[in-house]
T-cell receptor
Framework: GAVVSQHPSWVICKSGTSVKIECRSL??????MFWYRQFPKQSLMLMAT?????????EQGVEKDKFLINHASLTLSTLTVTSAHPEDSSFYIC?????????????FGEGSRLTVL | AQSVTQPDIHITVSEGASLELRCNYS??????LFWYVQSPGQGLQLLLK??????LVQGIKGFEAEFKRSQSSFNLRKPSVHWSDAAEYFC?????????FGTGTRLTIIP
């Protein structure tokens, strides 16, 4: 079964509204999670690193106020797209590094497709 | 800076034929290398990884990859593809947490 779960899988919203995407590690604790954005037929671009108990680290060019990240617990990170616009439409994927026997492996969520009308 | 190049955007292979997907990387130290597969509209699944040791790595679903330091390559191979192998394949390099992905290779399987 999946070890990292994202919710929702699909979301459609109106321009100007905010959307929250959740990323959960199901059977392990993740002090760090990563948020990626994938444009159609393109690769994954790292947006930010979510750190439990502290501020997220954003990659260059990613707007911190647009993409709010909260890592409230060792199993949950959320990405909130604020005041969404059509150009924010994309496939967002989270990942978490494994621990113990799974060290060295990144586990990815199923992805969340955001469509902003 | 680390980078990954997947020269083939799209590859079409007949079912039962062999497959090789190319990956070249640039990394300042000994790299960690990964191959992931993504089915349409889904997240990524790890096929295999290389950290150290034997340069020929076996993965899931019958895939293998060979690390060649002299060529900075980590090509993915499968001796006989199945229709269910049709997907997008991503090569990645980096530490075990922060990865840089290639642009992906879309694999189409024809009967």
């Amino acid at each position: 079964g999946a070890v990292v779960s994202q919710h929702p899988s699909w979301v459609i919203c109106k321009s100007g509204t905010s959307v929250k995407i959740e990323c959960r590690s199901l059977d392990f604790q993740a002090t760090t999670m990563f948020w990626y954005r994938q444009f159609p037929k393109q690769s994954l671009m790292l947006m930010a690193t979510s750190n439990e108990g502290s501020k997220a680290t954003y990659e260059q060019g990613v707007e911190k106020d647009k993409f709010l990240i909260n890592h409230a617990s060792l199993t949950l990170s959320t990405l909130t797209v604020t005041s969404a616009h059509p150009e924010d439409s994309s496939f967002y994927i989270c990942s978490a590094p494994g621990r113990g026997l799974r060290t060295g492996e990144l586990f990815f969520g199923e992805g969340s497709r955001l469509t902003v009308l | 800076a680390q980078s990954v190049t997947q020269p083939d955007i799209h590859i079409t292979v007949s079912e039962g034929a062999s497959l090789e997907l190319r990956c070249n990387y640039s990394y300042g130290a000994t790299p960690y290398l990964f191959w992931y597969v993504q089915s349409p509209g889904q997240g990524l699944q790890l096929l295999l990884k290389y950290f150290s040791g034997d340069t020929l790595v076996q993965g899931i679903k019958g895939f293998e990859a060979e690390f060649k330091r002299s060529q900075s390559s980590f090509n993915l191979r499968k001796p006989s593809v199945h229709w269910s192998d049709a997907a997008e394949y991503f090569c990645a390099v980096g530490g075990n947490e922060k990865l840089t992905f290639g642009t992906g290779t879309r694999l189409t399987i024809i009967p």
